[in-house]
């Protein structure tokens, strides 16, 4: 028995006997800690038509500013996952995890005590800096506590968090609306944070890298500066209903540029922030495409519905969370079940699906209108929340079976960059369109209003109903225009996200695995897949 010759195989796999006995428990501490970074976003989604309303009720913040309180929080967060994920690779993702958690508890105090929207879009991007320490260093703990065969079903429960956190966000956040000033909606974020701290420092293990490499300042540097340039240019576009205008223009090219420098010096670099040969693995990346085609989906159509709910249908925030409710309980009955799914059918067939049910339910905010059934619109979330389930659970495990479960922390930061990033251009792309659509056709409308008013008041439907509210009775008239508009610009944004939902069909058809064959009878030549996935790097 030499086993001097084979020394990472006895030390990779196996997860210690106490760590493996509060397994559990570790994955719901986990969870907690994913809950608050999500429940910010699906919080704010249901706050963003009380903070666009004029002080003392709100911060009459503009719809660019609106994009921009979520985008700074999206973008930070995106910008700064690849150092996250390495840190927690090199220090110790529990240290990290206890670090990120104790910022973002801190920025939610302060954004809630904002006095203006700029305030709000920098303490937005206070948070974004603790949760982008919060959320890879999760899944890569995950990864480190489960043996590789319970990994699927602790993925599985794991991105049912992310429902439970959609479902409870807005309706806590209309509570909180309906009795409490709109800072309160931050507010509520900080004791689930000192919760979170004291049960992670009592239960979760720490791990880390054995072997981390050194951190890559200008890699990080080069992703934030690229990401912002590209969202800020596409927002600015939406804003003056012009992609061709030449301060958006240069600023989305000046993105990209930036983005394919990075790349560039990443495929040079000896110590990356992303190591580009993972991508290509084509599997890998068409799991993390498919990922970021589902967030760039949710997040614009989450951010146009709120508009729906409250400003044409006249539904409160509360209501409007409580609306949102079968999109959540979809995510949280069949996100633990898709292994099943992909047992049976294959990830390729589970992830198509998927994507095909989230573009079929986006089209279908086209027959949407003012006075249309609301239960057609639960129906339609429903099936949006079962069809992302199918994507993200099998996608996620994917990602993370497909590196060294010692380069977990890079593994989830990877996979959560293109979440965000996915989610922060869904929200400035089809933001924008539905901005741009919106100004086309209430813009003969607006001229019964002075013209130096008319610009910001067709920026969108609240700012449209704000200006005809102060009318009186001759704005009846731009009220009706304005939801008329707002439908029509609605229509055309879910159909553009529909197209990108298509485009995922079509990258998994082509390059996630098929149905795998059962596997045969344990033998010596059936262990390649462990070696190919496994932890003896």
């Known amino acids: 028995m030499n086993g001097m010759t084979t020394p990472a195989v006895p030390e990779a796999p196996r997860i210690p006997e106490a760590v493996h006995r509060r397994r559990w428990a570790i994955l719901g501490v986990l969870m907690l800690s994913l809950l608050i970074v999500v429940l910010d976003n699906s919080i704010l989604n249901v706050a963003i038509k009380t903070i666009s309303t004029p002080e003392p009720t709100g911060l009459g913040a503009t719809q660019s500013e609106l994009e921009w309180a979520i985008n700074s929080y999206t973008l930070v967060f995106a910008g700064l996952l690849f150092t996250a994920g390495l840190l927690g690779d090199r220090i110790g993702r ?114 880390r890298d054995p072997k981390p490499g050194r951190i890559d300042l200008i890699g990080v540097v080069l992703s934030v500066i690229g990401l912002v340039l590209l969202v800020y240019g596409i927002i600015k576009g939406g804003q003056l209903a012009d992609f061709t205008d030449p301060a958006a223009l240069a600023t989305i090219l000046a993105g990209v540029a930036v983005l394919v420098g990075f790349v560039w010096y990443e495929k040079r670099c000896d110590h990356p922030s992303i190591d580009i040969s993972y991508f290509k693995n084509r599997v890998f990346s068409a799991a993390i495409t498919a990922i970021a085609l589902v967030f760039f989906a949710l997040m614009g159509v989450t951010f146009f519905a709120v508009f729906y709910t409250q400003s044409v249908r006249g539904y409160t925030p509360l209501q409007t969370g409580l609306l949102m409710l079968p999109l959540a309980a979809a995510q949280l009955i069949f996100a633990p079940r898709a292994r099943l799914v992909v047992e049976r059918f294959g990830v390729r067939a589970t992830c198509a699906g998927g994507l095909a049910l989230c ?30 389930a199918h994507i993200m659970t099998p996608t996620s495990v994917v990602i993370m079976q497909a590196l060294p479960r010692e380069k977990a922390g890079s593994a989830s930061a990877l996979s959560n960059t293109f979440r965000q990033v996915g989610g922060a251009l869904g929200i400035a792309v089809l933001g924008s369109v539905l901005s741009t659509a919106y100004r ?98």
């Not at 309706?171 to 701290?197: C, E, K, M, Y």
């Not at 986006?362 to 069809?387: C, K, N, R």
């Open 94 to 207: 529990k240290k990290i995890l206890l670090a990120g958690l104790a910022v973002f508890g801190i920025g939610s105090a302060l954004a809630a005590q904002s006095g203006s929207p700029a305030e709000l879009i920098a303490f937005r991007g206070v948070m974004g800096l603790g949760a982008a320490f919060v959320m890879p260093a999760t899944l890569a703990i995950l990864m480190n506590v489960f043996e590789r065969e319970e990994q699927p079903k602790a993925i599985g429960i794991w991105a049912a968090g992310v429902g439970l956190a959609v479902a409870i966000g807005p309706i806590t956040g209309g509570v909180l609306l309906d009795h409490f000033w709109w800072g309160s909606v931050f507010l509520i974020n900080v004791p689930i944070v000192i919760v979170a701290v004291g049960l992670m420092i009592a239960l979760v293990p720490d791990s």
């Open 359 to 388: 573009a079929l339910t986006l089209a279908s905010f086209t027959i949407l209108d003012a006075d249309t059934p609301i239960w057609i619109l639960e129906v339609i979330f429903f099936l949006m929340g079962a069809g992302m």
């Open 440 to 537: 086309g056709g209430v813009e003969d409308e607006l001229k019964v209003l002075p013209a130096g008013a008319r610009h910001t008041a067709g920026e969108s439907i609240e700012a449209t109903l704000g200006a005809a509210g102060r009318l009186g009775p001759r704005g009846e008239a731009l009220v009706s225009s304005a939801n008329d508009s707002f439908l029509h610009a609605m229509h055309v944004t879910a159909l553009c996200g529909a197209g990108v939902a298509l485009v995922g069909v079509l990258i998994v058809s082509l390059y996630l695995p098929g149905k795998q064959p059962k596997a045969p009878a344990p033998t010596d030549a059936s262990s390649p897949e462990p070696d190919r996935v496994g932890a003896e790097h």
